[in-house]
């Protein structure tokens, strides 16, 4: 269901069983921060960004263009995620 932050962390967490793909660590990282699991949350950003830090919002849009984007970019916004590629 839409805007399910408890059930998008633990679909993300499953799917990271069958591929390590990025948008899945996104999507883990966006859901801990909607769920208010700070800590959790900037832990798996620095990770995420250790292992691609050519991430941004800006450069990941092209990647969900369905309805669940907006509710992921809000996740990622709230912990930090960067906005533009670093230089």
Same mark, same amino acid.
Do not use: K
């Given at each position: ?6 059930? $998008? ?40 960004? $250790?292992? $691609? ?14 309805g ?20």
């Open positions: 269901e839409r805007g399910d932050d408890v059930a $998008a962390l633990e679909w993300f967490g499953r799917s990271l069983t069958a591929s390590d793909w990025t948008l899945t660590h996104m999507g883990i990282v966006a859901a801990l921060a909607l769920l208010g699991r700070t800590t959790e949350a900037r832990s798996a950003l620095d990770r995420l960004l $250790a292992r $691609a830090p050519q991430l941004s919002l800006s450069a990941g849009t092209h990647w969900w263009r369905n669940g984007w907006p509710r992921m970019r809000e996740g990622l916004r709230r912990i930090g995620f960067p906005e533009a590629i670093p230089v």
